[in-house]
T-cell receptor, first 115, second 107 residues
Framework: DAGVIQSPRHEVTEMGQEVTLRCKPI?????LFWYRQTMMRGLELLIYFNNNVPIDDSGMPEDRFSAKMPNASFSTLKIQPSEPRDSAVYFC?????????????FGDGTRLSIL | GQQVMQIPQYQHVQEGEDFTTYCNSSTTLSNIQWYKQRPGGHPVFLIQLVKSGEVKKQKRLTFQFGEAKKNSSLHITATQTTDVGTYFCYTGNQFYFGTGTSLTVIP
């Protein structure tokens, strides 16, 4: 079975540029999560969708970050404009149900470097 | 807000020694999950605990959920080099990952 698919795997870009990260969740999963992982802050939840609807976006750092889930099989996380402090590994995860009491399945992540 | 402490932050053990990581919450948890992340990899689900005092085992790994459902532990017996990685607890009702314990196993 295909797992969670993220693209790109690596992204290096200059500050000020727009960055778009993509995620395809596991088919049939109702919940989708975007996380950011850094050494300093660990694994932080950015936003959580359930049935394509954003439920909790309190972790989104600021207006430069936006996330969409236009359908059950696709989500994007966009950073515009990007800054060096956005450099991190961004993970997408999906889960059956609400995600509160079901395992989360993670993609391989996007390693983002903003120069 | 959510207060979940995970200790220790780092642990270096000789291969064959035991290892334990602890997750402590200031509030009662509805459930707790444990994940393992290998270096350069992504978190992988290990187990979920739901009941007060629950104990589950997976080969050399033993997971416990406290009676008050405020703490949990993961114990590895006789560590192997394949156990290397970072172990995270996760609280489902707050969507919160603990800070993780990074385990290094010295051959």
């Amino acid at each position: 079975d295909a797992g969670v698919i993220q693209s790109p795997r690596h992204e290096v870009t200059e500050m000020g540029q727009e960055v778009t990260l993509r995620c395809k969740p596991i088919s049939g999963h109702n919940s989708l999560f975007w996380y950011r992982q850094t050494m300093m802050r660990g694994l932080e939840l950015l936003i959580y969708f359930n049935n394509n609807v954003p439920i909790d976006d309190s972790g989104m750092p600021e207006d430069r970050f936006s996330a969409k889930m236009p359908n059950a099989s696709f989500s994007t996380l966009k950073i515009q404009p990007s800054e060096p402090r956005d450099s991190a590994v961004y993970f997408c995860a999906s889960s059956p149900g609400t995600g509160e009491d079901q395992p989360q399945h993670f993609g391989d992540g996007t390693r983002l470097s903003i120069l | 807000g959510q207060q979940v402490m995970q200790i220790p932050q780092y642990q270096h053990v000789q291969e064959g020694e035991d290892f334990t990581t602890y997750c402590n919450s200031s509030t009662t948890l509805s459930n707790i999950q444990w994940y393992k992340q290998r270096p350069g990899g992504h978190p992988v689900f290990l187990i979920q605990l739901v009941k007060s005092g629950e104990v589950k085992k997976q080969k050399r790994l033993t997971f416990q959920f406290g009676e008050a459902k405020k703490n949990s532990s993961l114990h590895i017996t006789a560590t192997q080099t394949t156990d290397v990685g970072t172990y995270f607890c996760y609280t489902g009702n707050q969507f919160y990952f603990g800070t993780g314990t990074s385990l290094t196993v010295i051959p």
